[in-house]
């Protein structure tokens, strides 16, 4: 490809494809696009990692990578072709696959055509300190999460991450957008002889990030829950920490916030749109212009995004579309396509949950008898229709008594719809952090339904 030598790798994140470079190679493969509508996708990434375990760092990886994806609409019907090699034959060939492709797979009376250009909101995402990170800087942080664990007699685990991607679309209907983006990462979680805690922070800007105070949190978390006591399955109040309130929220872009599964008659939202489906106290929309989320200014047909309001106030109000389920529905897309084709139709990929004004200090003294959960795991979909999932508290379960955290609690498994965990909240957080995906606040919830307990 033009300027392939310069695109090697020599350490940093600059071998990453560059604007100019992407624009010549989408070039290439649509000039040969003939009558037919053309789509290419380049998608780079450079993903440094340091890994820890037992107080000590016992990893550091670098995965560089890049990938094209060339989508052609051939004779009503449509092939696609995606490789990582980059040389000149690969590019002149791939078209060509891609329309044989498309000769052996059905013929869609109602495939749109690819979508025109479109002004694309800038988006500045890059920050230096995560661009010029380096495995000293990450080991750095990586010691200052593991003084106070170690100083106290207990063992952290974790990484500390940073990455660069680009991605870039271009068509033959004369789309060109092209966005260079940064994210760092800290996980941490921290074992006691009988309990754990666990946090993460996420940012585009590795300076923003606080190693130390994460670690002084979650070992705070873990020395609390010492000792944890046995309680019944049932309903109860909880307090759930941001993670935990998005590893739920996380599911509903799946399970009913496409407008493919609408149009499918799968989605929660079926035969509810315009009525109220949580409390009012919740709003939830997709917003990749949010501070907060790590999101990109247009999605993997180069449609730029839009906000797109889901739950108003307890209401369902919105879904988020792709072309192709936006042409069903004579609408326009609203820029949530992932790469083209696929069976999950357009996606809610930066949910951002609207705060209240309780901190949960204020959560905590309001509650008589309750449990305050971190996280949840290992969760899975029981019915999708009823937004059901099972799932297991863990890292910090604690028992609230009279106002005040009194002990930890061994985890326990729970089966809860979550529109239904959204109708039972009470209190909402004042404050939102990015974690699980989801921008999200604590909440406090009431009845939520525990099915059993474990043996840690």
């Known amino acids: 490809m033009p300027g392939d030598r310069q695109m090697t790798r020599e350490g940093t994140a600059s071998s990453l494809i560059d604007a100019a470079q992407a624009r010549a190679v989408a070039s290439r493969i649509l000039a040969h696009a003939g009558r037919d509508e053309v789509e290419a996708v380049i998608l780079a990434s450079d993903n440094a990692l340091t890994r820890f375990a037992n ?12 990938t094209i994806s060339v989508r052609v609409l051939h004779n009503g019907r449509v092939g696609s072709i995606a490789t990582n090699q980059m040389d000149d ?13 498309a ?6 009376p109602d495939l749109p055509p690819l979508p025109p250009p479109a002004p694309i909101k800038p988006l500045p995402a890059c920050a230096a300190a995560t661009l010029d990170a380096t495995p000293d800087d990450r080991a750095t942080g990586v010691l200052e999460m593991i003084e106070p664990v170690a100083r106290d007699g207990l063992t952290a685990a974790g990484t500390f991450g940073t990455a660069v991607n680009v991605q870039s679309v271009a068509n033959s209907r004369g789309v060109f957008a092209y966005h260079k983006s940064t994210t760092a990462s800290l996980t941490l979680t921290v074992l ?30 873990a020395q609390r829950g010492r000792e944890p006591i ?3 399955a049932g309903e109860y109040d909880v307090e ?17 916030m496409s407008a493919l599964a609408y149009q499918e008659g799968r989605s929660f939202m079926n035969g509810r749109m315009g009525e109220r489906i949580t409390g009012e106290q919740i709003t939830i929309a997709d917003d990749a212009f949010d501070s907060r ?5 247009f999605d993997m047909e180069g449609v730029p995004r839009e906000h797109v309001t889901l739950i108003d106030h307890g209401v369902a109000r919105g879904l988020v579309y792709d072309t192709h389920t936006a042409a069903r529905d004579h609408v326009a897309s609203t820029g949530h396509s992932l790469l083209q084709p696929n069976a999950y139709g357009p996606i809610a990929t930066h949910l951002v949950v609207e705060t209240g004004g309780a901190t949960l200090d204020e959560m905590i003294a309001a509650t008589e008898r309750g449990i305050l959960v971190t996280r949840f ?9 009823q937004t059901i999932v099972t799932g297991m508290t863990r890292d910090g379960t604690f028992l609230i008594e009279n106002g005040r955290v009194v002990s930890g609690v061994r985890n326990l498994r729970f089966n809860q719809s979550v529109l239904a965990m959204l109708a039972q909240a009470d209190m909402i957080g004042k404050d939102a952090v990015l974690t699980s995906g989801v921008v999200a606040p604590p909440m406090r919830v009431r009845g939520f339904r525990f099915t059993g307990v474990t043996r840690f």
Request: charged share 25%; hydrophobic share 40%; proline share 5%.
């Open 293 to 297: 989320t790590l999101g990109t200014p």
């Open 103 to 108: 000769e052996v797979l059905p013929h869609d």
């Open 192 to 221: 006691g002889a009988d309990s754990s805690g666990w946090g993460e922070e996420h940012s585009r800007d590795a300076a923003l990030l606080s190693p130390r105070a994460l670690g002084e949190r979650i070992l705070e978390k």
């Open 89 to 101: 034959t690969t590019l002149d060939g791939l078209l060509g696959r891609a329309r044989r492709v």
């Open 55 to 66: 107080n000590v760092v016992h990893q550091n990886v670098d995965d560089v990578d890049r």
């Open 240 to 256: 759930l920490e941001a993670n935990a309130v998005a590893e739920l929220v996380s599911f509903l872009p799946w399970l009913g």
């Open 377 to 385: 795991w290992y969760n899975r979909v029981v019915d999708p229709l």
């Open 230 to 232: 046995e309680l019944a």
